[in-house]
């Protein structure tokens, strides 16, 4: 992950989870997951367009909240930019995007938006 602009974060599952579907979806260049003698810490290796040099990501906008919980069910899965962002959820199945939630027909906590 030499060479590029590296973000930390205090890991938790669903953080590991969401850095795998980031990284899966094209949004995250790389990332590694570290052990320390607290919870542990991921780092993320951010991904620039190789012409503009913008970031692949413009906005993560979170949804859910500790204080105001985002629910939805299999009808009513949020689309983000008509499709070309995505949400991720954390459903009874694991942590998805919502094109995964729709084609495994669950709902579940939308916990955020990235485009």
Same mark, same amino acid.
């Given at each position: 992950m030499a060479g590029h602009k590296v973000v930390?974060?205090?890991a938790?599952?669903?953080k590991k989870n969401m850095t795998k579907?980031?990284?899966d979806k094209g949004y995250i260049l790389n990332y590694k997951f570290e052990?320390?003698?607290k919870q542990g810490i991921i780092k993320i290796a951010l991904k620039y367009?190789?012409?503009t040099k913008k970031p692949v990501i413009t906005k993560i906008q979170r949804v859910s909240s500790p @204080? +105001?919980?985002k629910y939805t069910d299999s009808n009513n899965l949020p689309r983000v930019l008509n @499709? +070309?962002?995505i949400s991720i959820l954390s459903t009874s199945k694991g942590v998805m995007t919502d094109?995964?939630?729709r084609e495994q027909n669950v709902g579940g906590e939308v916990l955020c938006y990235v485009y």
């Open positions: 930390e974060i205090p938790s599952n669903v579907i980031l990284f052990d320390d003698d367009h190789p012409k @204080g +105001l919980r @499709g +070309l962002g094109k995964e939630a």
